[in-house]
């Protein structure tokens, strides 16, 4: 009887092909794999993720010290199924999780961590919002951003990040985001305040800090306009 699992694998550097009755789901740790499906040709890298769907065929290959974690599923969530790619960038929470897997998977194999684990990751995979894969032109930039929020991003510092002019840079960002470099980060700014806000016990002001802003009145202000309510609102 099938169940679903997360397990370590590793795979050949010689092309194979296969497909299996449930879906699968790979992330890399440690290297790349080579893939080949009909909805995805090319390599699939460490921050990312391919979803191989059920009885899909696939060819794959990677290089033998490449380290992957793989999970067998009998049903994908909803996001995942409606998603037309196959490879997406996975968020920060989800990619902390798989290293704990991958730590807990090498130290020990223990029932009820597994059937717990498997339960988080499944409500992680809900939660993942499947970004297409950026431009690797603006690919450097986004990281960038999102290593640091709290940091005044320029124009021009990240177009020159990407090798792009002023003009490319705002044009291929809007093309692979459907937003502006502003709506971008001010997007992340207040998706972190407010997650900081209902989860910790910080003031406004420290709040505002961590997110780029020095001033508490203006965060506000942005807070409300984004969310509809104030930050006070949800603080403790």
């Not at 124009?155 to 960002?173: C, M, P």
């Not at 980060?185 to 961590?210: F, N």
């Amino acid at each position: 009887m099938f169940r679903n699992t997360i397990s370590i694998r590793h795979y050949s550097p010689t092309l194979k092909q296969h497909s299996h009755g449930y879906h699968q789901l790979v992330f890399p740790l440690r290297g790349s794999l080579d893939i080949n499906t009909n909805r995805h040709n090319g390599f699939v890298e460490i921050g990312q993720c391919l979803i191989i769907k059920v009885n899909e065929i696939h060819g794959f290959k990677a290089h033998e010290n490449a380290r992957f974690i793989v999970a067998d599923l009998h049903h994908l969530p909803e996001n995942l199924m409606q998603t037309s790619s196959a490879v997406f960038t996975i968020s920060k929470p989800l990619s902390a999780f798989l290293n704990y897997v991958d730590l807990q998977l090498e130290h020990s194999v223990d029932a009820e961590i597994e059937k717990s684990s498997l339960s988080l990751f499944e409500q992680l995979l809900a939660q993942q919002v499947c970004f297409k894969n950026y431009d690797k032109r603006i690919e450097k930039a986004i990281q960038y951003i999102n290593q640091d929020i709290a940091l005044e991003h320029t124009l021009e510092h990240l177009s020159k990040l990407a090798h792009l002019s002023l003009t490319q840079f705002k044009k291929v960002f809007k093309e692979n985001t459907n937003m502006t470099v502003q709506t971008y980060i001010t997007g992340l700014r207040m998706e972190k305040a407010k997650s900081l806000l209902v989860h910790s016990d910080m003031p406004v002001q420290l709040v505002a800090e961590k997110v780029g802003y020095q001033n508490a009145s203006a965060f506000s202000r942005k807070f409300k306009d984004y969310f509809g309510q104030t930050p006070s609102a949800l603080s403790p």
